[in-house]
């Protein structure tokens, strides 16, 4: 089975770093392309960027270029979703998925498996 848990959200200020890490518990062969996306109160979960399985291809929502970096190591079945230059509206719940099917990657319907989130509030 497949159990992922995100950590590493918190409390940061305009222009500052966070790190989230999404580790799959049950030690699962990396065979999944995985996905971040957000939620924010009262709207709809968003994505945010994925990551193919070897790690070499990544893909992000035009909101999120130049800022956040996904990266992944397979040996410890962790990706991690890198945050730069946060602002206020990056405040949101995250969340990570995993998929092994092909698909539409930026789709929450593309996913199988989904984490329980994590806030991350940014502050102005």
């Known amino acids: 089975q497949v159990q992922l848990v995100e950590s590493g959200g918190g409390l940061v200020q305009a222009g500052g770093s966070l790190r989230l890490s999404c580790a799959d518990s049950?030690?699962?062969?990396?065979?999944?392309?995985m996905g971040w996306f957000r939620q924010a109160p009262g709207k709809e979960r968003e994505f945010v960027g994925a990551?193919?399985?070897?790690?070499?291809?990544?893909y992000y929502t035009d909101s999120v270029k130049g800022r956040f970096t996904i990266a992944r190591d397979n040996a410890k079945n962790t990706v991690y979703l890198q945050m730069n230059s946060l602002k206020p509206e990056d405040t949101a719940v995250y969340y990570c998925?995993?998929?092994?099917?092909?698909?539409?990657?930026?789709?929450?319907?593309?996913?199988?498996?989904w984490g329980q989130g994590t806030q991350v509030t940014v502050s102005s």
């Open positions: 998925a995993a998929t092994q099917k092909v698909g539409a990657l930026d789709n929450t319907g593309a996913y199988e498996y």
């Open positions: 049950g030690r699962t062969a990396t065979i999944y392309t």
């Open positions: 990551i193919s399985r070897s790690g070499a291809v990544t």
